[in-house]
């Protein structure tokens, strides 16, 4: 065999093992690239997954903030009508609830200037009329404070500004003086007082308050005659008395006048 023919076959596999070296190549780098491309299309699927998982969870997260701000807002405003506008009163009218502040306020207001009354009053009329006050306010207000508890209001204790004025300048007076201004104040207040409960036991709703004021309005109005009586009220017993007494004296000594007048006259024309 001649050299030639032995180099021909040698080429040959030469140029085929070059060609399937190339092959695998190409094939590896194919494959490199196959897997590439699905580690991206998995993490693509991993980073949307989570992207809709996040969504999910921000969606839950705000359909639970304005579900508890609903039930926050529907709580308030199930607190707010259950309070009837303050004072802690379940179920309580706005009428009842200014009734029973106002009483309550003007109770202690009796109670202290009863017990300044007693004290400073220059009629023995004006100083049993503030310890009447004293005790019946009293006794009315713990009633009032009882029933207020058990609907969980709580009352004022002590006395506002405005009525605390009323106190301070009838503490200042003495004599007569206070005597005359203690009794117009006491009908002023009882008038209102006796007007609001008998409104309050025919409109009012609450019905334990409405018994209260019911079962307190006879006292309440005994309160205002009484004051119309004491010396110093307008139309009271004291300055009719007076002015009574005034005008009989007077008409007396007139009378007796004209007559003694008249005696003299006649003794005189007699011969």
Same mark, same amino acid.
């Given at each position: 065999?001649?050299?030639?023919?032995?180099?021909? @076959?040698?080429?040959?596999?030469?140029?085929?093992?070059?060609?399937?070296?190339?092959?695998?190549?190409?094939? $590896?780098?194919?494959?490199?690239?196959?897997?590439?491309?699905?580690?991206?299309?998995?993490?693509?699927?991993?980073?949307? $997954?989570?992207?809709?998982?996040?969504?999910?969870?921000?969606?839950?997260?705000?359909?639970?903030?304005?579900?508890?701000?609903?039930?926050?807002?529907?709580?308030?405003?199930?607190?707010? #009508?259950?309070?009837?506008?303050?004072?802690?009163?379940?179920?309580?009218?706005?009428?009842?609830?200014?009734?029973?502040?106002?009483?309550?306020?003007?109770?202690?207001?009796?109670?202290?200037?009863?017990?300044?009354?007693?004290?400073?009053?220059?009629?023995?009329?004006?100083?049993?009329?503030?310890?009447?006050?004293?005790?019946?306010?009293?006794?009315?207000?713990?009633?009032?404070?009882?029933?207020? #508890?058990?609907?969980?209001?709580?009352? @004022?204790?002590?006395?506002?500004?405005?009525?605390?004025?009323?106190?301070?300048?009838?503490?200042?007076?003495?004599?007569?003086?206070?005597?005359?201004?203690?009794?117009?104040?006491?009908?002023?207040?009882?008038?209102?007082?006796?007007?609001?409960?008998?409104?309050?036991?025919?409109?009012?709703?609450?019905?334990?308050?409405?018994?209260?004021?019911?079962?307190?309005?006879?006292?309440?109005?005994?309160?205002?005659?009484?004051?119309?009586?004491?010396?110093?009220?307008?139309?009271?017993?004291?300055?009719?008395?007076?002015?009574?007494?005034?005008?009989?004296?007077?008409?007396?000594?007139?009378?007796?006048?004209?007559?003694?007048?008249?005696?003299?006259?006649?003794?005189?024309?007699?011969?």
């Amino acid at each position: 065999m001649t050299r030639q023919q032995l180099t021909k @076959p040698i080429y040959i596999w030469v140029l085929t093992a070059l060609i399937a070296c190339g092959l695998w190549v190409v094939a $590896g780098k194919a494959g490199i690239n196959i897997h590439q491309g699905q580690n991206s299309n998995n993490q693509n699927g991993n980073q949307n $997954g989570n992207s809709n998982n996040s969504n999910t969870g921000n969606t839950n997260t705000r359909n639970t903030n304005t579900a508890n701000s609903n039930a926050n807002r529907n709580q308030n405003r199930n607190a707010n #009508t259950n309070t009837g506008g303050g004072g802690g009163m379940a179920g309580m009218s706005s009428q009842d609830h200014k009734f029973i502040m106002e009483t309550a306020m003007g109770g202690l207001k009796e109670v202290e200037l009863g017990r300044i009354a007693a004290q400073q009053g220059a009629s023995d009329a004006v100083k049993q009329y503030g310890q009447r006050m004293v005790d019946d306010h009293t006794k009315a207000n713990a009633e009032l404070m009882t029933l207020a #508890t058990s609907k969980g209001m709580t009352l @004022p204790t002590e006395l506002d500004a405005k009525h605390r004025a009323d106190v301070t300048k009838l503490s200042g007076l003495s004599g007569a003086a206070f005597d005359r201004a203690y009794a117009r104040m006491m009908v002023s207040d009882h008038k209102k007082k006796v007007d609001n409960f008998e409104k309050q036991s025919t409109r009012g709703r609450d019905p334990d308050l409405k018994a209260f004021a019911t079962t307190t309005l006879p006292t309440v109005q005994e309160h205002l005659q009484m004051a119309r009586a004491l010396p110093g009220a307008p139309g009271g017993g004291g300055d009719n008395t007076n002015a009574g007494g005034m005008r009989n004296s007077n008409t007396g000594e007139t009378r007796n006048s004209n007559s003694n007048r008249n005696r003299n006259s006649n003794n005189s024309n007699r011969p």
